[in-house]
């Protein structure tokens, strides 16, 4: 994995290789999207839905989008296969291409520049579910299209590292009094055993793991409400989760110090988190 396999421009190669301009509106502007989709066992895990919000984002910021669905998953699955490890994290992310510098969208239409690759999915260690994590807040100061996921990420980049100076697994972010989301995840409470999620709207990025949530609740037997959050409900949930690709379903003990709860991951937690390893694997 020293130097793995990524595709660039319609060409497979090392990374050392892997080159663009510094013009790409991308590596200027920020221009572009992005997408992480999870892979188990060599089989992507809701490929459909993760394209489908890859698409959704190029509409949003009218970015050209080079390939149909099948093509996407072509090459998704072409650079799943040239990976070496199982369980992966496949990344990709497209750019309006490389233009002499305007910040207006180029009068003649550039290529854009696509990019994929792959890097192991390390899962979080068993520790993290017997005794959850402790979390950090801050004000939201990302712009008001958080439901694009744009390659445009100093808001949650600062926020990330807000967490990381306080050796917490993640900043929960508050915008107005109101709960928003992690740097990198979705952000659930649980009251009187019903899980509760801020709604889907321009505030958020609707995570893949959203609809999936709903439906495992479904599953379950565990109702589900999706309004907004209240920063004191925050603090007086039974239950905090996080989900995110790569973090899976996590349980938070302490906030900004707080206990969560009893301090413990609590009882809709491993419903959810057992019904989430079925998921994977079904």
Excluded at 66 to 84: I, K, N, S, T
Excluded at 112 to 138: D, I, K, Q, W, Y
Aim: hydrophobic share 40%.
């Amino acid at each position: 994995m020293d130097d793995p396999l990524v595709y660039l421009n319609g060409a497979m190669m090392p990374l050392s290789e892997a080159r663009i301009s510094v013009l790409d509106r991308g590596f200027i502007f920020g221009d572009g999207i992005y997408e992480v989709t999870p892979v188990y066992r060599r089989r992507l895990f809701r490929p459909e839905q993760h394209l489908a919000r890859f698409m959704r984002g190029m509409r949003a910021i009218d970015l050209q989008n080079p390939h149909d669905e099948a093509g996407w998953l072509g090459l998704m699955q072409q650079v799943v296969d040239a990976a070496p490890t199982e369980d992966q994290l496949l990344y990709m992310q497209i750019t309006r291409g490389v233009a002499r510098r305007t910040h207006a969208f180029p009068a003649q239409t550039p290529a854009p520049t696509v990019f994929l690759m792959s890097n192991p999915l390390l899962p979080p260690p068993p520790s993290v579910h017997e005794h959850g994590v402790a979390c950090v807040t801050m004000e939201d100061k990302r712009w008001l299209r958080c439901e694009i996921k744009s390659i445009s990420l100093l808001g949650n980049v600062l926020a990330a590292q807000n967490a990381a100076e306080q050796d917490a697994n993640e900043t929960i972010q508050f915008r107005d009094g109101y709960l928003t989301e992690g740097s990198a995840s979705n952000v659930w409470i649980v009251k009187d055993g019903a899980l509760i999620s801020p709604p889907r709207d321009n505030l958020i990025l609707e995570g893949i793991r959203y609809s999936l949530m709903e439906a495992l609740c479904a599953e379950q037997n565990i109702p589900f409400a999706a309004r907004r959050i209240a920063r004191n409900e925050v603090f007086h949930a039974d239950e905090v989760l996080l989900t995110s690709a790569s973090r899976e379903v996590m349980p938070v003990v302490t906030i900004d110090g707080e206990r969560v709860g009893n301090g413990k991951p609590g009882p809709i937690y491993r419903k959810l988190y057992a019904a989430y390893q079925r998921a994977k694997v079904a």
